[in-house]
Nanobody, 125 residues
């Protein structure tokens, strides 16, 4: 499975971005997908996840109400819609895929088998 993120960039606080992650080489419709982020000097942290069917989504408390994760199986793509961005959202954002985790276990980075290369999001104040 190969994952390629795009959509990052520089945005002012309060602005919006949409990240995309295209999957290839696997059966996307069977994969649970997650977004994680890592800021300089910090550990990688969970942002959002969506199960294989799209029926369940999970969010970190820090982004709940501002970010939305969605998937389009016809395009083998998972999205992260980010609104009301804050400077503390600045990080490299990674998408990841797994079939080994379900429900709240989707919050754990070590449950994911495949990772993208990341896309930089910078929010200026």
């Amino acid at each position: 499975v190969q994952l390629v993120e795009s959509g990052g960039g520089l945005v002012q606080a309060g602005g919006s971005l949409r990240l995309s992650c295209v999957s290839s080489g696997g059966v996307f419709s069977s994969d649970n997908m997650g977004w994680f982020r890592q800021a300089p000097g910090k550990e990688r942290e969970f942002v959002a996840a969506i199960n294989w069917s799209g029926s369940s989504t999970y969010y970190a408390d820090s982004v709940k109400g501002r970010f939305i994760i969605a998937r389009d199986d016809a395009k083998n793509t998972v999205y992260l819609h980010m609104d009301s961005l804050k400077p503390e959202d600045t990080a490299v954002y990674y998408c990841a895929a797994t079939r080994r985790a379900y429900m709240d276990l989707l919050r754990a980075a070590n449950r994911y088998d495949y990772w993208g290369q990341g896309t930089q999001v910078t929010v200026s104040s």
